[in-house]
């Protein structure tokens, strides 16, 4: 019976033991279980806030981009706002000179026998920073360059060294005008060839030409942006009949090809033409009524600025306001005549002359507005006391300036008495010919 009861105590024992072993067995399962529920909470938790920090993330480059476009747009009217500006003040000086001559005495003054060779720059020293820092140069050319071997000749036909169209390049002329009553002085073949030794000197030309094609391509010039056309005209060719079938070769005045010419430049996008007219009376100080109906016609159809020479000596400028058919109102400009650049001429007036600068603005319409004519009167000096390089260019007001100053510090004036003299009277001329500056 012990022996039993021992037995049943064991065997009570077991059980119970294995029913706590289920209860630690069940317990533990519940507990890994809570525990990787909580685990999984915990992951799901940082992947949703991760999410969510995403989610603002996003939210906060598309704020940027949005800020950035904001701006980018902002900055592109600005630019537009600037670029519109900008047109408004598109601003620009063009610089006009006279006749270019060259009589026989001034290619022997720029001879240089120990090189047999010419040199023409040291007409231009006491000048020739007006020119170097212009915006757009504007010359008449009275010679031609058909070459040495034709022989190089005076009035009545010239004929010059090439090196002078250098010269001119290197003092800053940009164009000239070629159509004048001396370009027919050595023939078509002259025309040619000056044409030629122009375009080697990087001088853009008007008025004359080698082909058809040439004649009825129109001259442009871009300053700043600015569309600049250029027509050129002459009254005649000193009698010297125009070649057979070469009748495209010079521009006379004639009011059906200037209107061509002109309609022309403005179908092409001119903004501003610029007409240089051969004409007028020599040695006569004031336009004749010939030149002042020209101006009329021009500026009617569509001349801004019209550059007059040939009389060699300085005519008056104006500024008009120009009303056209339609009624529209522009401004025009004109100065008759520039006088001699450079020459060695005696008569009357023929030594004076002027640098012209005209500022002129393109507005943002399309206008064009003439604003200032100012000038640097000029004199063409020959010092006949010198072996050589006699001829110089001076800038009237200051060499008076210089002299003024020399005396008023008591040191010895760089020339004389005389010329100084000579110096205030052609002011005072070209003064009263040419008129005020505006």
């Not at 992951?43 to 906060?60: G, P, Q, R, S, V």
């Not at 004929?159 to 002329?173: E, F, H, I, T, W």
């Not at 600015?226 to 009748?247: E, M, Q």
Request: a negative charge.
């Amino acid at each position: 019976m012990r022996g039993n009861r021992r037995g049943n105590k064991k065997i009570m024992a077991f059980q119970k033991m294995a029913r706590f072993d289920k209860k630690f067995i069940k317990g533990l399962y519940i507990s890994v279980a809570t525990l990787f529920v909580l685990f999984l909470c915990v992951i799901a938790f940082f992947h949703i806030n991760k999410a969510i920090e995403y989610k603002h993330f996003l939210e906060e480059i598309d704020e940027t981009l949005a800020r950035d476009a904001s701006l980018s747009t902002s900055s592109e009217d600005n630019k537009d706002e600037q670029q519109e500006k900008k047109q408004t003040d598109t601003t620009f000086t063009l610089t006009a000179i006279g006749d270019v001559m060259c009589h026989n005495t001034q290619f022997m003054d720029a001879y240089q026998k120990d090189t047999d060779s010419y040199d023409f720059s040291y007409v231009f020293e006491d000048i020739n920073r007006y020119l170097k820092t212009a915006d757009l140069v504007v010359g008449s050319l009275e010679t031609s360059f058909a070459g040495k071997d034709k022989g190089y000749s005076n009035y009545p036909k010239f004929n010059s060294p090439d090196q002078l169209a250098y010269d001119l390049k290197k003092l800053g002329v940009n164009v000239l005008s070629t159509a004048g009553n001396h370009c027919l002085d050595m023939g078509f073949d002259g025309i040619s060839r000056t044409i030629d030794v122009l375009n080697d000197a990087d001088i853009s030309h008007v008025g004359t030409y080698k082909t058809p094609e040439d004649r009825d391509t129109i001259l442009f010039r871009y300053v700043k942006g600015v569309k600049i056309a250029f027509v050129n005209y002459t009254y005649g060719t000193n009698g010297i009949a125009i070649p057979d079938g070469k009748g495209f070769c010079v521009n006379l005045i004639d009011k059906e090809l200037m209107k061509k010419d002109i309609d022309s430049a403005k179908s092409q996008g001119a903004d501003l033409v610029v007409a240089c007219m051969h004409w007028g009376t020599e040695y006569e100080t004031t336009a004749n009524k010939e030149q002042e109906e020209f101006a009329d016609f021009l500026f009617q159809n569509g001349v801004d600025v019209i550059l007059g020479n040939h009389p060699h000596v300085l005519q008056s400028m104006e500024k008009r306001t120009v009303t056209l058919e339609d009624g529209t109102k522009k401004d025009g400009f004109v100065i008759y005549a520039l006088g001699n650049f450079i020459c060695d001429q005696n008569a009357d007036n023929t030594r004076n002359s002027i640098i012209l600068n005209l500022k002129i603005t393109k507005h943002v319409d399309g206008n064009i507005s003439i604003d200032e004519a100012r000038y640097i009167p000029i004199y063409m000096y020959k010092d006949n006391s010198s072996k050589t390089r006699k001829m110089k260019l001076l800038d009237i007001k200051k060499s008076i300036e210089s002299y003024d100053k020399s005396i008023l510090n008591g040191v010895s004036p760089s020339f004389s008495k005389s010329l100084y003299d000579n110096l205030k009277v052609q002011l005072d001329k070209i003064k009263s010919i040419v008129g005020p500056e505006f």
